[in-house]
């Protein structure tokens, strides 16, 4: 499975952005995608989290209700929709994939896109 993340760039506090991350290649529906977010000199955090086949999702107490992830079995994708953003959500963004079930460790994820970087004006 190969991660592909899009979308990041520069946006201003209040608006909004969306973040997308295309898979190649088969996600069971027991597996969890997860987005994580990193700063220089920090550890990786996990930002928001969907389990592939129900649809459950789960979320950082720093973004929920303001960010939303989502799904589109069709496409291969999953979405980070970023309403309201702060200048401290200012990060690299991954996306990742862990076939063993719901989980905020990024060590327990199998597969990592790219970072897309992610600039909150003030």
């Known amino acids: 499975v190969q991660l592909q993340a899009s979308g990041g760039g520069l946006v201003q ?3 909004s952005l969306r973040l997308s991350c295309a898979a190649s290649g088969r996600i069971f529906s027991s597996w969890f ?3 994580f977010r990193q700063a220089p000199g ?3 955090e996990f930002v928001a989290g969907i389990r592939w086949g129900v649809g459950n999702t789960y979320y950082a107490d720093s973004v929920k ?3 939303t992830i989502s799904r ?3 496409k291969n994708t999953v979405y980070l ?3 309201s953003p702060k200048p401290e ?3 690299v963004y991954y996306c990742a994939a862990s076939a063993r079930g719901m989980d905020r460790a990024p060590g327990r994820y199998d597969y990592w896109g790219q970072g897309t970087q992610v600039t909150v004006s003030s």
């Open 13 to 15: 506090a209040g608006g």
């Open 33 to 35: 995608m997860g987005w």
């Open 42 to 44: 920090k550890e990786r």
């Open 65 to 67: 209700g303001r960010f």
């Open 72 to 74: 589109d079995g069709a």
């Open 81 to 83: 929709q970023m309403n």
């Open 89 to 91: 959500d200012t990060d």
